[in-house]
């Protein structure tokens, strides 16, 4: 055995089979990637796709007391700019005497406090919240009331009675400047 | 390998894993082997390219709207060209591929009695490529690929009796909204029947194989994966310099054009690969003539271990080579003629080079072998 790898060392073949080899896996490897990774990429979102995954939506037209409704994610998303008054009557209700506790500020953007930005489907009944126009009905918190089943959000989107027990879900978003939120 | 060695944890649950190591540096290989007796391997390689690609082009492929949806996945899709590319690129490889292991085959004869399998897989493989070929033809809702839809939909409707059946079975009727669906349905499962045929051949060449002993012998690492990373690289070579050079090699020009229902072409033109089977089809008038010419034509390649009457110790004689390369060159001018513009001289030459086809099988390949075999 000691004799064999003397004999290999001595003429060189050991050091240059080795640099061989790993050359030649090395370079199989490299094509193989080559290879796979367009078809790896090919199977991800094209442009458009991903710009619909990333919407921009422009929130400076939103007049105060009122919200949209976009479709982003096969889901109808309320965009609310709150007015002063909503603000106040919201901003200091104690988290743990809501079913679903949760503060102001996790309903809302630093910065950006006035504006509310949820999946507009009730949480009870998967049925679209009417409120978005100030002459809709909108319940005893001047927020969102379910049609379907009677279920009453504030306008911060926490659920304040009715069968649902869950506040409505925030959507993934940013805020890119005043005028323009992205989701995603 | 010892006993009182404990086998790893996945070689105690995979057994054929333990010896995975010692069975690929066995010598019971030969020492020698022909370069060519590599292809099935490069087919194999070949369709696992066509299988990545396919998937993914599945992917994004809609039949509703074949042609939009082939645009959309060329200009639209994270290199959707290509992956395209890779596909259209692969077909005409594989092709290749396979149009040369069976003229290695005419010319090596290996399907001599006991390994008659091995040549019928492999005209199991080529018969079920055409197949599969014509139906990736039809896929891409061209102006020819529509028509030749159509035209074969509404043929195998007017076939009467068990061939009928079959051809409604399979096209659903008439060409309409969901034959293309169907096409790639079948498109894909008659892809993956083409890998069991290739293990099917595999198994029958094994089965004859004598395993070679003592000096002569090799083991298949490193001796044979070394040789097949060289006809691996040789096929990348080739297939870089068509996929980037020549995407749509071979492919029929009017299917650049949208499916239009109200426009037929003045003649169909099929790719490259197809277009010798298109000219068989030409010999016969009529739907029927077509099939039964084609389906001829696949039988005498069926039959040529039998067609040959050299008998089992037999070397092919010079005069026999020649005619071989000669059909080979038959071969190329019928598809040659097949997928040139109509005329006159087109058609005799196309009748002439099919008619040489049946031929060298029927007449030629009998008489010669038996006047060489001593």
């Not at chain 2, 390689?45 to 809609?62: E, I, K, P």
């Not at chain 2, 039949?63 to 890779?86: E, T």
């Not at chain 2, 009748?351 to 008489?367: E, I, Q």
Request: a negative charge; charged letters at 10%.
């Amino acid at each position: 055995m000691a004799q064999t790898t003397l004999d290999a060392v001595a003429h060189g073949t050991g050091t240059r089979r080795d640099f061989l080899t790993i050359l030649t896996v090395s370079g199989g490897l490299v094509g193989l990637a080559a290879v796979v990774w367009p078809l790896i990429d090919a199977l991800g979102p094209d442009a458009q796709s991903d710009a619909a995954a990333h919407m921009i939506v422009d929130v400076a037209g939103i007049a105060e007391n009122s919200a949209i409704s976009v479709m982003w994610a096969g889901l109808p998303i309320y965009i609310r700019k709150l007015t002063a008054k909503q603000i106040a009557d919201n901003q200091f209700v104690v988290p743990d005497s809501l079913a679903d506790p949760a503060d102001y500020t996790d309903r809302v953007k630093p910065g950006y406090e006035n504006f509310v930005v949820v999946v507009g489907l009730n949480t009870a009944t998967p049925c679209e919240l009417e409120g978005n126009d100030p002459a809709d009905p909108r319940g005893p918190f001047d927020g969102w009331l379910c049609p379907c089943d009677g279920s009453v959000y504030d306008p911060l989107g926490r659920v304040r009675g009715g069968p649902a027990t869950k506040n409505l879900a925030i959507p993934r978003f940013t805020f890119l400047n005043n005028a323009q939120i992205q989701f995603g | 390998m010892s006993t009182d060695v404990k086998p790893s944890w996945t070689a105690s649950r995979l057994p054929f894993l333990a010896d995975w190591e010692a069975r690929i540096a066995a010598r019971t290989l030969p020492r020698e082997g022909a370069y060519l007796s590599i292809l099935p391997w490069v087919i194999t390689a070949g369709l696992v390219l066509l299988a990545a690609s396919g998937l993914v082009l599945a992917v994004y492929y809609s039949p509703a709207h074949a042609f939009d949806s082939i645009q959309f996945i060329d200009r639209d899709v994270n290199n959707g060209w290509l992956v395209h590319g890779f596909h259209e690129t692969g077909a005409t490889m594989v092709f290749g591929a396979v149009y040369l292991m069976l003229f290695r085959g005419l010319l090596a004869r290996p399907y001599k009695a006991p390994a008659e399998l091995v040549w019928l897989a492999q005209v199991a493989v080529f018969a079920l490529l055409l197949l599969v070929g014509w139906l990736g033809y039809t896929l891409t809702g061209g102006a020819a690929s529509y028509w030749a839809l159509t035209e074969a939909a509404n043929a195998a409707s007017r076939l009467g009796g068990a061939p009928g059946a079959i051809g409604v079975w399979f096209f659903g009727g008439p060409n309409g909204d969901g034959t293309l669906g169907r096409m790639a349905v079948f498109h894909i499962a008659l892809a993956l029947v083409i890998f069991c045929v290739l293990w099917l051949h595999r198994a029958a060449k094994q089965a004859v194989t004598p395993p070679a002993v003592g000096r002569g012998a090799v083991g298949f690492h490193p001796y044979y994966t070394s040789q097949y990373f060289v006809a691996l690289v040789v096929f990348a070579l080739i297939f870089s310099v068509l996929v980037f050079f020549a995407p749509h090699f071979g492919q029929s020009r009017l299917n650049l054009l949208p499916a239009d229902p109200t426009i037929v072409p003045g003649k169909l033109l099929f790719p490259w690969y197809l277009a010798p089977v298109s000219g068989l089809a030409a010999l016969l008038p009529g739907t029927a003539g077509g099939i039964i010419a084609v389906v001829a034509g696949l039988g005498v390649l069926v039959a040529l271990p039998w067609l040959d009457l050299s008998g089992p110790n037999g070397r092919a004689g010079f005069l026999y080579r020649f005619l071989v390369v000669v059909l080979a060159l038959d071969v190329f001018g019928l598809g040659w003629a097949a997928s040139s513009p109509a005329s006159a001289l087109s058609g005799i030459l196309v009748v002439l080079f099919a008619v040489w086809y049946f031929l060298h099988f029927l007449v030629l390949t009998p008489l010669v072998t038996s006047m060489e075999a001593e």
